[in-house]
């Protein structure tokens, strides 16, 4: 075997493991052999669930006043911070892509909250393109504050690769959903008036935008230097890769037995194993840098999937309440224990937004173990473009210094 095979099935079996190990352990958990509602897609399956618990609700207010003492004060964690510094001045306008991009999401966003139909069909599908629209939108202003530079305007293929990594990724998190019994499902799938063909692609090009969305908010906290430095020369937390996949097979295979007291594992469970792959293998991930304790990558990959949760469950929200007329089959409701209390103009309750957390960097592991597996380049940091008048000004500041 070729060392590049080698390393492909190195890559591969544990991610197989964490497709079959649910199969494997749903034939002795249920009847059937597979949960309900396995193989619907969407997933439309949101049966009873256990309601309130004070217990488990209170474990995870404590998890995530952690989670938020954490980010919001990195000092009392031994953080001392990293150099600030200085982004390039731009001489860069808005991009025509930001204008177009607005145009998309306030259309879209008009359309797919009013539910007019007077566009006809076209209200069933303005999920897709407000997002995308959006995505272009927060790519504009990357391009501005980076003089220049952003994933479209220099990483275009980068960006193609995120919505088709985007596409997969989810088909495999809606897999996951089955074996915690609908933690998320799609209840208006089946009043709008589609095939089951046209459906399934809708969908599928839905999904696209996921990953891309994660990026664009990515670098857009990157340009700010002193958040960059934040979270830098903080503790070292070094993990071993095989520990890792064995703990994340373990998670899994646990979730489906409890799928209830562990539904917090739909997430936990792939993203520890694709993590202990990635170390395993010496390969670039965010926990290269927090075992050096630079925290940046990962922090900022998991608030852009936390503010961008915010966005995302705002306007699922307003799409569908009232309940009629029903026009958008992207439209999702959560079937969550325990915790589903405090909903503010959102379908997700108040503690679910701190699983976006986990769930954005588990996003970016999957485009960078897909980059390692097929061959593509995963790197999706933007340098700023310097220009003249950034080296006026350091010429300037050495010659006063002189």
């Given at each position: 075997m070729s060392v590049k095979m080698n390393m492909k099935w190195k890559l591969l079996w544990p991610v197989l493991l964490t497709i079959l190990v649910p199969l494997l352990v749903a034939w002795f958990v249920y009847p059937t052999h597979l949960p309900p509602g396995f193989g619907q897609f969407p997933p439309q399956y949101g049966g009873d669930v256990p309601g309130f618990n004070l217990t488990y609700f209170i474990i995870m207010l404590i998890?995530?006043?952690l989670m938020t003492c954490f980010i919001a004060f990195p000092k009392l964690f031994g953080f001392k911070g990293g150099e600030v510094k200085t982004m390039p001045v731009s001489t860069k306008s808005l991009p025509w892509w930001f204008w177009a991009g607005t145009i998309f999401t306030l259309f879209f966003w008009w359309l797919m909250w009013t539910r007019d139909t007077v566009f006809g069909d076209l209200v069933y599908w303005s999920f897709t393109p407000l997002w995308w629209g959006f995505i272009f939108v927060l790519d504009g202003i990357v391009y501005k504050r980076n003089n220049g530079a952003s994933l479209f305007a220099t990483k275009p293929k980068t960006l193609l690769a995120a919505g088709i990594v985007s596409i997969v990724g989810w088909v495999y998190f809606?897999?996951?959903d089955y074996f915690v019994l609908g933690n998320w499902y799609y209840p208006q799938v089946k009043y709008i008036p589609w095939s089951k063909l046209t459906t399934t692609i809708e969908f599928?090009?839905?999904?696209?935008m996921i990953t891309p969305v994660f990026f664009q908010w990515y670098n857009l906290f990157s340009t700010f230097p002193r958040f960059v430095a934040r979270y830098q020369n903080g503790p070292k937390m070094k993990l071993n890769g095989n520990l890792m996949?064995?703990?994340g097979l373990l998670i899994i295979a646990a979730m489906v037995v409890y799928p209830y007291p562990l539904f917090w594992a739909v997430w936990i469970g792939p993203f520890t194993v694709l993590?202990?792959?990635l170390l395993k293998l010496n390969i670039w991930n965010p926990f290269t840098n927090i075992a050096q304790g630079n925290?940046?990558?990962?922090?900022?990959?998991a608030l852009a999937s936390f503010t961008n949760g915010i966005v995302w469950e705002f306007w699922n929200y307003g799409c569908c309440h009232p309940v009629q007329p029903i026009t958008n089959p992207n439209y999702w409701i959560y079937n969550i224990p325990y915790v589903d209390v405090i909903h503010i103009f959102s379908e997700m309750p108040l503690l679910g937004y701190w699983g976006y957390l986990p769930f954005g960097v588990l996003v970016w592991q999957v485009f960078i173990w897909s980059g390692k597996l097929l061959g593509f380049n995963s790197d999706i940091d933007i340098t700023p473009i310097t220009n003249s008048i950034d080296n006026g000004h350091v010429n300037q500041t050495t010659e006063a210094a002189s």
């Open positions: 998890s995530v006043i809606e897999y996951y599928l090009i839905t999904y696209s996949i064995i703990i993590t202990g792959v925290w940046t990558a990962g922090i900022f990959m």
